[in-house]
């Protein structure tokens, strides 16, 4: 593929579609290179990539259990279930947060854009290496338990999960692609 090919071909892969081994440390290396690609204004670098693999997984799983039970503790259990289980398909999940620091020069919207343009780097860089993955969001990634259990400075913003791995599955159809046009006008 060429590189805008590789670009415009890139999709969400559900995590039920996802299976191990996932990437190797160089291909790891590679999309999380890519992600500090990311352009960053003021050199803030907010970018913060904390990896959950092998036993971890399961560790994170009943960290999202016990942060919706306690949220709400009529979760239903099918519900509960899908958190315990969804984190044990995937060989690989990065929790990616923002730090966030004062400067007068860039607001924390702009060091917000420039880690978020980190997740988009690291998603095309995984898709150029022959895997799927997903941002995966939902409760568990604006609740403060959540964060405080994963480790998260208190200046951190927790941005999202990208859920990694082969492709193992027949994948769905990916949402439509809109026509840019719709999106665009010119300043006249
Ligand atoms: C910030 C963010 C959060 C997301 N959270 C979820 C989520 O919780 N569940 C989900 O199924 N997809 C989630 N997604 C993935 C979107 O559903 C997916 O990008 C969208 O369906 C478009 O598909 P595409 O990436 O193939 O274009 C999220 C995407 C972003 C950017």
Redesign the pocket.
């Known amino acids: 593929m060429t590189p805008i090919e590789t670009l415009l071909s890139r999709?969400?892969v559900?995590a039920q579609c996802l299976t191990g081994p996932g990437p190797d440390a160089a291909q790891l290396a590679s999309a999380l290179d890519a992600a500090l690609r990311a352009p960053d204004h003021g050199h803030m670098q907010p970018w913060r990539f904390k990896l959950i693999r092998a036993d971890a997984r399961a560790k994170f799983a009943q960290l999202l259990v016990g942060a919706a039970s306690a949220r709400d503790p009529a979760t239903p259990p099918a519900q509960l279930e899908k958190l315990r289980s969804r984190p044990l398909q995937v060989p690989l999940i990065i929790a990616v947060s923002a730090r966030l620091r004062d400067n007068p020069k860039v607001p924390g919207i702009e060091q917000l854009l420039s880690a978020g343009a980190g997740v988009m780097n690291l998603l095309n860089a995984f898709h150029a290496q022959g895997f799927g993955a997903?941002?995966?969001?939902?409760p568990s990634a604006y609740d403060a338990a959540v964060a405080a259990g994963l480790g998260l400075a208190g200046d951190e913003q927790l941005?999202?999960f990208v859920y990694v791995g082969n492709i193992g599955a027949v994948v769905p159809a990916?949402?439509a692609r809109p026509a840019h046009a719709a999106f665009v006008s010119e300043f006249q």
């Open positions: 999709r969400s559900p997903i941002v995966l969001t939902g941005l999202g990916a949402p």
